[in-house]
């Protein structure tokens, strides 16, 4: 279950991210409008995009990205609108019904609409996507609401894609994690991965096969350099409600490793840690869905038909490179790296795999998996490419001027050869030589262009000698879906000593294509949401901190800048619920640069809140191994905790304070590890948001006066449930329905007088109230299904439900559609004294109130 927990913060963010992006950014309304659009008074806000762009044409046509026949065709689909793309969450509790719906429901419907003459195709699931798990609409919003099946089609969109029990993504976005073949034991980092749909699929395939109560031994370390897009990557995640996932916030190419050295132990907070059960963060899968020009995502983004230009490619290549050679560095022998881009360019793809491969020398090679999803339509990586660069195509480094040399690298070239290696022509040429708005006079040999004006075929493209037809690329007229690169890596043996060690970047020289500097370029720059359903238009994508060391450098030396490249805090605790284990950009802005003699601590008080530190990063929440044995032992006493549920060592907070913790998150075996290890090493790493929320503090009056102050979350539920033996309720369907339906019930107002009776029994404070299934004995723990429980509050005279209004929903109806098809529950005409949801009324003589919003926390009666 989800839609929970979420801040302020995260909610903003995902509302931004979901504007529509057919609607032209308000910056364009002015420069765009004529004296017509005035006069006529058309609002130039909703003009359709140009969909035409002639540099684009010429770039992709010269670079042969499909067939001379074929161009027509791609151009056309480039243009249309992207068809609808949604996954479902194999790890839901009700992934299974929610599948069939589709098969036999929404299937069927759908398709009589279409039947009955409208325009409309039905929903279909996309082949290539195992299990049915991943499905493919055409409709458009409009069309969504045009009759009662697509408008009740759209709300059950709406609403499981809120409670997280599906995904949409760009059905091409679902593609890179899948050549990742994760296993539940393996510990994956996913390198640039905001806002998170490939993560969410990382961590399904992690908890694949995993049983209720249990957690995988793998885990996955999410990274992302941009603190918005970070909270909307806690906000996706949240959905899953992991104990197996940390999100940090690097620059991915310098992603630290954690190393330590010989004979390097902890004092810590965490206490004396003798042998640490790893040494160092090495991966057996890594992601490196590296930020790209994302003109893959056109038909979804369709701005970027104005914005493209060919030195967007050429910019941001280096930087792929140096994210890729970290994800290689991090990657355990043996293991796979996929790297992938949502973009077409040649020079962020082909070039940029054949850059690593270079440099790692035979450490890595190009996995072949032309066989593996034989399903999904792709075409095979180029061979051959040439460079565009100030409106010139060079074919090979030996001609890029000398005064482009620091920006167009022998990388980007196939050859890769720099102009040592290739027989060198003289280009002592001025920039002033070169014409850059389109006389095309010709210099030694080469074609100049202005970028409208095809150019010549007369210099011929180099050929790569490596394997880079393993690569894959994914065009839009295979099978009506965007654009995306992946290429899949293997690594054999350890990178070779120059390679590991990656030289520090070059930010301005390696940002600086076609005089484009970083910031304008991160303006141009698709946000690279890769596809998916996010767009943040205008936010910061690329930062190079300046002269960041390597990860392994950290606990050394540590420059400013990369203590805190954001300026943004990492803060939870000190917070009200708005902040939950996130980076919270709504705190004030205060100075985030580390004190030199950490003496200055008590004085970083801006206005009321404290700052935090985690370790050496200021303005971040703490990560906080929590100990307290006596409140520990309080929870573990009220909930009657078997031994079954690992707790030494799995709790944290967010909070130094122990005496105002609000949540205890519970973290899997796997975390532990990690943050034991990162302790250990001097804490490099900047940790965002770790493990699931377990506990939370009750804060009301009557909350207060109960013996256990902290109640179960409802995230932590699913987890502690199998592991709990005391404050269980097991409720008729009958009765589990209405506390849904009127939130609170008082005991001798339920339908089965055994379980209000039992409810007066518990203990003041936290229940469980679990769904009494057709067969099951209460508190039988060996059942075949999962249990559909809901976390309430024993109040003084009745039972309160704890779940927010959205989840009472999706139960309600899962709960009657399960009830239902089971012949279960008897029909509400047999209760005629219940009143239908909604309504405001008597159960038993007891007034009902509806409650259309959440019980919240503290609100209790
Ligand atoms: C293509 S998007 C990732 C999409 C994501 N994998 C998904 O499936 O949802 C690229 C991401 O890289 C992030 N990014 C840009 N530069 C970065 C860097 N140097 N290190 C880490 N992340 C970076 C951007 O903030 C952006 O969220």
Not at 276 to 288: E, Y
Not at 401 to 424: A, I, L, Q
Request: net charge negative.
């Amino acid at each position: 279950m989800g839609g929970r927990g979420r801040s302020r913060t995260q909610r903003k963010h995902f509302r931004q991210s979901r504007e529509n992006v057919w609607k032209r950014p308000k910056s364009d309304d002015a420069t765009n409008a004529t004296p017509d659009d005035a006069n006529n008074g058309r609002d130039p806000a909703w003009e359709p995009f140009a969909t035409q762009n002639p540099a684009f044409d010429e770039y992709y046509k010269e670079q042969e990205i499909v067939p001379a026949e074929e161009w027509d065709t791609f151009i056309e689909y480039l243009r249309k609108p992207l068809p609808a793309a949604f996954r479902i969450n194999s790890s839901s509790q009700f992934y299974v019904d929610i599948r069939l719906q589709l098969e036999n429901d929404f299937m069927k419907s759908l398709q009589a609409e279409d039947a009955d003459g409208s325009e409309v195709e039905a929903i279909k699931p996309l082949p290539w996507y195992p299990d049915n798990l991943a499905w493919q609409s055409n409709f458009s919003r409009n069309q969504l609401r045009k009759n009662q099946t697509l408008e009740r089609f759209h709300e059950f969109l709406k609403l499981e894609n809120e409670i997280g029990n599906i995904t949409r993504q760009e059905a091409v976005s679902m593609v890179p994690p899948l050549f990742l073949d994760v296993r539940p034991d393996h510990f994956v980092l996913d390198m640039c991965a905001a806002p998170g749909s490939k993560t969410f699929q990382l961590l399904e395939m992690i908890y694949k096969l995993t049983e209720p109560g249990t957690l995988p031994s793998g885990m996955v370390i999410a990274n992302d350099l941009d603190v918005q897009r970070c909270n909307l990557l806690i906000h996706q995640t949240k959905r899953m409600c992991t104990a197996n996932l940390i999100v940090t916030n690097h620059e991915a190419q310098h992603f630290p490793s954690c190393h330590l050295h010989r004979n390097q132990r902890g004092d810590s907070q965490i206490g004396n840690i003798r042998e640490p059960s790893i040494r160092q963060l090495q991966f057996d899968r890594v992601l490196c869905d590296v930020p790209c020009s994302g003109d893959g995502t056109l038909r979804k983004a369709p701005d970027i038909w104005r914005k493209w230009n060919s030195g967007m490619g050429n910019g941001l290549h280096g930087l792929q490179v140096q994210i890729a050679m970290r994800g290689l560095a991090l990657l355990k022998v043996g293991g796979r790296m996929v790297y992938s881009t949502c973009s077409m360019n040649p020079v962020e793809n082909e070039a940029v795999v054949a850059e690593v491969l270079r440099r790692c020398g035979g450490s890595i090679e190009l996995v072949d998996v032309s066989t593996e999803l034989p399903q999904l339509a792709r075409r095979p990586g180029l061979k051959k490419w040439k460079v565009r660069d100030k409106g010139l195509w060079l074919a090979s480094y030996k001609y890029v001027p000398k005064y482009r040399r620091s920006v167009v690298t022998p990388g980007m070239f196939p050859s890769g050869k720099s102009h040592e290696e290739t027989s060198e022509l003289d280009h002592e040429t001025e920039p002033r030589q070169f014409c850059e708005n389109g006389d095309g006079n010709p210099e030694n040999g080469i074609q100049v262009t202005d970028g409208s004006v095809a150019p010549t075929n007369s210099v011929e493209a180099e050929v790569s000698p490596l394997p880079l037809e393993h690569c894959m690329r994914i065009v839009p007229h295979d099978q009506n879906s965007g654009a995306f690169f992946i290429a899949v890596l293997h690594k054999v043996s350890s990178l070779p000593a120059p390679a590991a060690t990656e030289k520090k970047p070059r930010p301005s020289k390696e940002m600086d294509a076609s005089s484009t500097q970083p910031q304008e370029l991160m303006d141009q720059v698709k946000d690279g949401s890769n596809g998916d359903d996010i767009d943040l238009s205008g936010e910061k994508d690329v930062h190079l901190s300046e002269a960041t060391p390597a990860g392994d450098l950290l606990d050394t030396e540590m420059p400013e800048a990369s203590l805190d490249a954001n300026q943004n805090k990492v803060n939870e605790e000190n917070d009200s619920e708005a902040n939950q284990n996130n980076v919270n950009e709504e705190n004030e802005k205060q100075d985030t640069r580390p004190s030199p003699d950490g003496k200055d601590d008590a004085k970083m008080v801006a206005g009321k809140r404290k700052l935090q530190i985690q370790g050496r990063w200021r303005g971040v929440d703490p990560v906080i191994f929590y100990k307290e044995e006596a409140v520990v032992g309080r929870i573990m006493e009220f909930y009657g905790i078997k031994e079954s549920l690992p707790f030494k060592g799995h709790l944290i907070t967010r909070n130094n304070d122990m005496n105002h913790v609000k949540r205890i998150y519970y973290i899997s075996n796997s975390v532990k590890e990690v943050l034991e290890l990162n302790f250990l090493a001097g804490q490099q790493l900047k940790i965002a948001s770790v493990g699931l929320k377990m506990f939370e503090r009750q804060t009301s009056k009557e909350g207060a006066s109960a013996p256990c102050l902290f109640r179960i979350s409802s995230e932590g539920l699913p987890l502690i449930l199998p592991h709990i033996t005391k404050q269980i309720l097991y409720a008729s369907a009958v009765d589990f329905k209405h506390l849904l339906q009127y939130k609170s019930i008082k005991f001798p107002d339920f339908v089965d007088p055994d379980f209000g009776q039992k409810a007066s029994e518990l203990m003041l404070g936290c229940c469980v109230v679990v769904l009494k299934r057709e067969g099951q004995a209460p508190s039988d723990s060996s059942q075949d299904f999962t249990p559909i429980a809901i976390g309430c509050w024993r109040g003084r005279t009745n039972i309160s439900v704890m779940v927010t209004a959205i989840d009472c929903q999706e139960l309600l109806e899962r709960v009657s559609m399960l009830l239902l098809t089971k012949e279960d529950l008897k029909p509400e005409g047999d209760n005629p004294s219940i009143p239908e949801a909604g309504e405001e009324g008597k159960i038993n003589g007891c007034d009902i109130k509806e409650d259309s919003t959440a019980m919240a926390p503290g609100t209790l009666d």
